[in-house]
């Protein structure tokens, strides 16, 4: 079992950027996937990013715009998610998860993080 604290969170204004980090208390760290997920209101989880054995992962289209940036230090047993140019429609909760292997959807995960509320005013 995985403890992940996520923090970071907070309101900002459109075109802000925000770091947000996930702490975590486990043994062989560097061997987890660590993934950040988002879930708004009425919304189902969705993924954002993650960072297995191949190095990081984000949607094209945030990697692209370079919006999106997830980073970890394993030596600190921390994950990033460098969060630039924001958007409204980014407005969710923020998840940390750790699993064993990477993948996109949520279910591959078995353990999470509590979540930190991320809003960004129009």
């Known amino acids: 079992q995985v403890l992940l604290v996520e923090s970071g969170g907070g309101l900002v204004q459109a075109g802000d950027s925000l770091r947000l980090s996930c702490a975590a208390s486990?043994?062989?760290?560097?061997?987890?996937?660590m993934a950040w997920f988002r879930q708004a209101p009425g919304k189902e989880r969705e993924f954002v990013a993650l960072?297995?054995?191949?190095?990081?992962?984000?949607l094209a289209a945030d990697s692209e715009e370079g919006r999106f940036t997830i980073s970890r230090d394993n030596a600190k047993n921390t994950v990033y998610l460098q969060m630039n140019s924001l958007k409204p429609e980014d407005t969710a909760v923020y998840y940390c998860?750790?699993?064993?292997?990477?993948?996109?959807?949520?279910?591959?995960?078995?353990?999470w993080g509590q979540g930190t509320q991320v809003t960004v005013s129009s």
């Open positions: 486990a043994r062989a760290f560097g061997s987890y996937v």
């Open positions: 960072f297995g054995p191949t190095g990081p992962y984000t």
């Open positions: 998860a750790a699993g064993p292997v990477q993948s996109t959807t949520p279910k591959q995960y078995n353990n």
